[in-house]
């Protein structure tokens, strides 16, 4: 059984415009979700995470929104920029310290 | 600066060979974790340690074994390489209170032909 839905696969945004990508996941024991950005020929990287206990978050052009009730979290990108073309994965952890990740978005900003 | 680093970067080996993949981390991180990329599939868990001695199974380690002897490296070791094993290889870590972030390693891209 897959325990996070990545949606869509691919996305191509012009720049400038508004990046999303969503994931569900079906455990409720999950109490940490991460998105992660990953380039060409480089290890994932953390761009933000968030915790159940708040909603939303916020780092600059960077947003994640957070259901709880609807098991559910995006990552909005505001402005996007060619640079932030990477591919994009969400993953939930909890207490046992495992992440598990769901399959990526490949995202295209076009200049 | 703490770093984890991987090493082959790449590496193309036969059908039935034994291959290590090395993963050294100088966060001293108790957690360590390997996984593989494959397109369409994301990252899956192979196995991982949360300590010395320690070793797990992800969900995909058939074919895939790990020994942790110290803090810092965590070798992943194909027993029989066999060409569904192609694939890009990461290794993490992660310490700290409670689950937070995983640092990833540049990864190490395996062929096996």
């Known amino acids: 059984q897959q325990q996070v839905k990545q949606s869509p696969q691919s996305l191509i945004v012009q720049k400038g415009g508004i990046s999303i990508i969503n994931c569900a996941y079906e455990n409720t024991a999950f109490d940490y979700f991460p998105w992660y950005q990953q380039f060409p020929g480089k290890g994932p990287a953390l761009l933000i995470a968030?915790?159940?206990?708040?909603s939303e978050k916020k780092e600059g052009r960077f947003t994640i929104s957070f259901n709880k009730s609807a098991k559910q979290f995006s990552l909005h990108i505001m402005d996007s920029q060619p640079g932030d073309s990477a591919t994009y994965f969400c993953a939930v952890g909890g207490s046992n310290y495992k992440l598990t990740f769901g399959k990526g978005t490949l995202l295209t900003v076009n200049p | 600066d703490a770093e984890i680093t991987q090493s082959p970067r790449h590496k193309i080996t036969e059908t039935g060979r034994q291959v290590t993949l090395a993963c050294h981390q100088t966060w001293n991180h108790n957690n360590m974790f390997w996984y593989r990329q494959d397109l369409g599939h994301g990252l899956r868990l192979i196995h991982y340690?949360?300590?010395?001695?320690?070793?797990n199974k992800g969900e995909v380690s058939d074919g895939y074994s790990v020994s942790r002897s110290n803090t810092e490296d965590l070798p992943l070791t194909l027993e029989s390489a066999a060409s569904s094993q192609t694939s890009v290889y990461f290794c993490?870590?992660?310490?700290?209170?409670?689950?937070?972030?995983?640092?990833f390693g540049q990864g190490t891209r395996l062929t096996v032909v």
């Open positions: 993490a870590s992660s310490g700290g209170q409670g689950i937070t972030e995983a640092f």
């Open positions: 968030i915790r159940p206990d708040v």
């Open positions: 340690s949360y300590g010395v001695h320690d070793t």
